[in-house]
């Protein structure tokens, strides 16, 4: 876990999963990927396999061991409902959330049709509690409308979008049920541009329907010079954040030996001991 993110909406980032595959063109200029291959072949860092999918079931009990409560980005790195996630581990992720209950997490997908499916099944307990928000991306209408579509007929009691990068004017959102929209442009070499009017087109919509809106940064090469600001002011609103007292210490340590044991049962061992997955991808 990294107790400080640079990510604005978020305290603190938790990665039980690292790597991923690119599957729309959101992930183009993937920071998470450019980040990890920067230590690819590294003996000993965390990304010394670059952006090769795995799972880390030691990283897994972290948040009961951080006793301070912190809104946590899972998976910052990766993406928890990727394919080659094991339902059993994602089902770890969730426990290990609703145990440690005196955080806000935030879970964030494209892979929207395995959040419907496991939200309304396996992962029903978790769903339904308000301190994890659960959302999708939208960077544009082809995958990115779908995508609102799966989460709406979740039973999430927290729903949010993270509309980033932005690179179309998403037309008419059915923000029915949704709780909060980040927006925000790409940044970095070869950014892809974003227009004011698409974001005063969100939202408006937010603000129409009573969404939080959040509006992350305009983006760019640099950044830092385009800042955050839309119409002279910025925007930081978050849904409503349900605060959790924080178990006794003895408590939290005695959940995490079980939730760190647990791993090492039949079905997670073999999780465990899969080999890192670097696949083919249509949006290099
Ligand atoms: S889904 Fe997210 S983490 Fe995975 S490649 Fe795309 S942008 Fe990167």
Redesign the pocket.
Known sequence: MSLDSAIEWTDATWNPVRG?????P??KH????TFAERFRGVKGHPYEQGFDLRLVPEKLAEPLRWRAPKMIFVNS???LF?DAVPDAYILAVAKVMAAANWHTYQVL??RAARIQKLLNSTLSFAAKQPHIWWGV?VENKKYGLPRIEHLRKTDAAVRFLSVEPLLEDPGQLNLGGIDWVIVGGESGPGARPMKKEWVVSVRDQCRASGTAFFFKQWGGVRKSVTGRKLDGRTYDEFPNRVQYPVLPAGECLSLADKITTSCADARLVKVSSLPSLRLA?A?G
């Open positions: 991923c595959t690119k599957i729309s959101g992930c993937c920071y998470a990927e790195m990766s993406d990727h997908t494209k991306s991808s949006f």
